[in-house]
């Protein structure tokens, strides 16, 4: 058998790249934790976009109650002068 390489190259060889890979692996790591934590900023711009559009419609419903609430009042209040008008039945 010719084996070009020595024992000891044949076990250091698989070691090398083993480590190769590793170091690889591990300089795209910080780059993978980037493409994340940029894309959190993101996720935060759309949820406080959604909140406020939640609270423009909840500031538009509460218009819409306050607007029914005095017509209400106002009803009320002409219900009862005419029952006062009336003899008093509404008391």
């Given amino acids: ?3 070009p390489l020595p024992s000891r190259s044949r076990v ?3 070691a090398s790249v083993a480590a ?3 170091a690889a692996a591990l300089a795209l790591a910080p780059r ?3 493409q ?3 894309a959190a900023p993101e996720a935060y711009v759309q949820m406080a976009e959604q909140i406020q559009k939640q609270q423009e419609q909840i500031a538009v419903n509460q218009a819409k109650v306050d ?3 005095a017509a209400l ?3 009320l209040r002409y219900l009862k ?3 006062k008008r009336a003899g008093g039945a509404g008391r």
């Fill in 81 to 83: 002068i005419y029952s």
């Fill in 1 to 3: 058998m010719n084996n």
């Fill in 12 to 14: 250091l060889l698989p």
């Fill in 20 to 22: 190769a890979v590793l």
């Fill in 32 to 34: 993978a934790q980037t």
């Fill in 67 to 69: 607007e029914q609430l």
């Fill in 36 to 38: 994340v934590s940029s």
């Fill in 73 to 75: 009042k106002e009803e």
